[in-house]
Every structure is written in C-alpha cells, then in structure tokens.
C-alpha cells in the first residue's frame, strides 16, 4: 500500500501520542525515536510496519529473528510454501490452517498494568506500555504470554 503523502496523518498520529501519553515516565526515552522514524520518506505501508515492529521488537529486548518474507530467497513461491519452510509462532487462531505443519502457538490473556488514565484499556498500542513502564514492559508482556509446541 503506497503512503499518501498529502495526507496529515504522521503530524495527526505524533499529536495524538503527546497529547495522550507526555506526562508518562517514559515518554521522553521514545517519542524522539518515534519522530525521527515518521520523518524519513516512507512511500509504502508496509517499509514503515517493518521497520515499527523491529523498532518495538528492540525495545522491548526481542530475541526472535525478524523475517520479511520479501527478503527470502523463495520470496517468488506462494506465501504458503514460504511459510511452511520457516520455523514460526503464530498466533492460537492460525493453527488449524493447512499450511502449517509443526509450529509453536501463541496464546495471550492480557495483563493488567497502570495507565495513565483511570481505568484499564486492555490492547492499546504497545506505546502506552512502553511510555508507562520503560524497560519493564517486556517482563509485563510475558505475563501474558503462552506458547505450545502444535502438529498437524
């Protein structure tokens, strides 16, 4: 998906994250990164997802390797075949889908943790955990985190 550049949505996105989050402890450690990431010249959606969830991945002390199926070798055979040539974690919803032959699954039952607002919104943006809680997020994160060995 190409990134319409006559649209305001980085300044529209950047605005709503330092209205919604600069009195959290950790905003100051992450927006600068978020800025200067939104200010290269993305032209597709998907460059930007890539470089967002290995950014995420990062902070949040990720020890997984990040593969982008474009960049395989087999990246010219059906999605299925490249799925099924690597070693995955998918999600509990996904398991039973025909291209997949031994994997581990991932389930997630989301942790309760302190916002900065009252009450708890569960499955915001991982931003809200990070600028909440900094370095702490991934131990947050693992609370919720179940994985099992799957074969079909």
Not at 13 to 40: A, D, V
Not at 58 to 79: F, H
Not at 123 to 144: C, H, K, Q, W
Request: glycine residues 4%; contains cysteine.
């Amino acid at each position: 998906v190409r990134i319409r550049k006559h649209l305001p949505w980085i300044k529209q996105h950047l605005k709503g994250l330092h209205y919604n989050y600069q009195t959290t402890p950790f905003f100051n450690h992450y927006f600068p990164e978020i800025e200067r990431m939104y200010s290269r010249p993305w032209t597709h959606l998907g460059a930007l997802t890539c470089n967002t969830v290995r950014l995420i991945n990062q902070w949040v002390g990720g020890k997984a390797e990040l593969i982008v199926a474009s960049d395989l070798e087999q990246r010219d055979l059906p999605l299925e075949s490249v799925i099924a040539s690597q070693k995955l974690i998918v999600p509990h919803e996904a398991v039973h889908a025909e291209h997949f032959h031994a994997t581990h699954v991932f389930s997630y039952q989301h942790p309760l943790y302190h916002q900065n607002f009252n009450g708890f919104q569960p499955e915001m943006t991982v931003l809200d955990l990070l600028f909440n809680y900094g370095p702490a997020s991934a131990d947050i994160l693992m609370r919720g985190c179940r994985q099992s060995l799957f074969s079909v």
